[in-house]
């Protein structure tokens, strides 16, 4: 071996040593299981579901009458404050009644703000198990690829001896030697690369279920070979019924017509009921009583004004709603192509483009070992199948996110159509 080739064999061991070892993998991780730890640990679903919660016991408060006020004078008292001399002591206990109807709309409105918060609390939920699908399949793709890399690694090694063997005897020159070692060099440093690639993506899946620990996160499954049967017109029709984000905006029309409502019930008067129990110095005791009434007339203006503001909101929220469905349907549609395409290639792959590239590279190894073939060709069939592999996995994993995206656009769960 020469002290070139020497020197790019030192370096190639120099990376592998420095690559961090991968030590003892955890358990295999099922995707079902994943989701199931999201929604029991993810703090983003326990805050919205706190929120919700929250959100609950509002109506009971909006509707409740404000508290009677319980008050007391003392009228003419000597400058002792002998409260026993003074010529009238009152006892008085008021309540405020709005107008029929003004606290009973008030806790409506509070009821659709709960149901809203509600939806929320169901949307962060989509939300946060669509990022743990996509983690999931990030995380299973660089585990593949380290494997791609790793094969392919051995695969270069196997025909860098062979080179350093054919060298040895005259049948090749230097050149090739040098070229096996650096194609060596590349995917010792594309391992190391991957590894570190693994700790990524298990961190960020590691922070979506609340673990401390991302190391304690496996290898994902493999996913099921599927067919994408679905008609895109049902999966937007279950989309339109099923999303929160339209109960959610359902729930906020509702909120404003309550208080358009209310607004208009400001035009009516609220009361104010009072009863007092006298006590007086030199004179007889006894009761009294007062009835107050409010006057909104007089300020009309003020209540149109939230009459006004309550149409324009109402109208405002509507426009939301149909907004909100033509994004439904233009989400439904996209992911659903997304994944149709990610399918098309990855059965392309299969059963096309993978057999060949492996006919190719097994035709280069036979050629170049008989001296039919020159290296630079063995290891572009080298490349190319690796490059293949790569692209396979990659459609594997773009659909799998895919369909990830539009489960979240339906809203629930769609059932796979399995291949046989």
Request: cysteine-free; proline content about 4%.
């Amino acid at each position: 071996m020469t002290q070139t080739t020497r020197g790019l064999f030192v370096a190639a061991v120099l990376l592998v040593a420095t690559a961090p070892g991968r030590g003892d993998e955890a358990p295999a991780i099922r995707l079902a299981e994943v989701i199931e730890e999201a929604r029991v640990q993810n703090p983003e679903i326990k805050a919205a579901r706190a929120r919700a919660q929250a959100a609950a016991y509002l109506p009971a408060q909006a509707s409740a009458y404000d508290d009677p006020v319980f008050s007391y004078e003392s009228w003419n008292a000597p400058e002792s404050f002998d409260v026993t001399r003074a010529d009238n002591n009152i006892l008085k206990l008021s309540q405020r009644v709005p107008f029929p109807g003004k606290r009973t709309l008030a806790g409506t409105a509070a009821e659709r703000d709960a149901d809203i918060a509600r939806r929320e609390a169901d949307m962060v939920q989509l939300e946060v198990i669509a990022a743990v699908k996509r983690a999931y399949w990030d995380l299973w793709l660089v585990h593949e690829n380290l494997l791609v890399y790793s094969r392919d690694k051995d695969l270069v090694e196997r025909l860098a001896r062979i080179a350093e063997q054919k060298y040895a005897v005259g049948q090749v020159s230097q050149p090739d030697v040098l070229r096996a070692q650096v194609e060596l060099t590349r995917l010792i440093n594309r391992v190391t690369t991957e590894t570190l690639g693994v700790d990524t993506a298990r961190a960020e899946l590691a922070a979506l279920l609340s673990r401390e620990d991302p190391g304690s996160i496996g290898i994902p499954e493999e996913p099921v070979r599927v067919r994408l049967e679905q008609d895109i017109g049902s999966l937007t029709e279950v989309a339109l019924r099923q999303r929160p984000e339209l109960a959610a905006q359902q729930a906020s029309i509702a909120r404003f017509e309550a208080n358009r409502r209310f607004a208009r019930l400001g035009y009516f008067p609220d009361f104010e009921f009072m009863a007092e129990r006298f006590y007086n110095f030199d004179r007889r005791d006894g009761l009294g009583a007062m009835v107050s009434i409010s006057i909104p007339l007089v300020y009309k203006y003020k209540y149109d004004a939230a009459v006004g503001e309550a149409n324009a909101r109402i109208t405002t929220a509507q426009a939301e709603l149909r907004r909100l469905q033509d994004r439904i349907r233009r989400e439904v549609q996209q992911a659903f192509l997304r994944a149709k395409t990610a399918l098309a290639q990855r059965d392309l792959f299969l059963s096309t483009h993978i057999p060949q590239a492996e006919q190719a590279l097994r035709a280069s190894q036979t050629g170049y070992e008989t001296g039919r073939v020159d290296f630079l060709s063995l290891i572009d069939s080298v490349r190319a199948i690796e490059s293949v592999h790569l692209e396979h996995y990659r459609a594997e994993a773009d659909f799998e996110k895919a369909y990830a995206d539009l489960e979240r656009a339906v809203g629930s769960d769609v059932p796979r159509d399995i291949k046989q």
